[in-house]
C-alpha cells in the first residue's frame, strides 16, 4: 500500500480510521491537516471499496465526528 497523502491539501499527517464491527481493520483515512476524509485504497475488492467511499462521505458530511 502507498503512503496515504490527503487528495484536497497533500498533507501526509491522516489518521486511519476503524468501524468496529465493519472492518476489522483501517477503512478510510481523514487528514489531521484539513480534516477531510478520503477512501482507502481497496483496489479489486469492490464491496469493500464501496463501504470505506461511503464511510468517508459520510465523515466529510458530518455524520461520523470524532469522540
Ligand atoms: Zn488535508
Redesign the pocket.
Known amino acids: 500500500m502507498s503512503d496515504p497523502r490527503?487528495p484536497?491539501?497533500?498533507?501526509d499527517i491522516v489518521c486511519g480510521w476503524e468501524i468496529p464491527g465493519v472492518y476489522d481493520g483501517i477503512l478510510f483515512w481523514v487528514?489531521m491537516?484539513?480534516d477531510?476524509a478520503y477512501p482507502r485504497d481497496f483496489e479489486d475488492w469492490k464491496t469493500r471499496q464501496a463501504q470505506s467511499n461511503n464511510y468517508a462521505n459520510d465523515y466529510n458530511d458530518g455524520k461520523l465526528r470524532r469522540e
Open positions: 490527503c484536497e491539501c497533500g498533507s487528514c491537516a484539513c477531510t
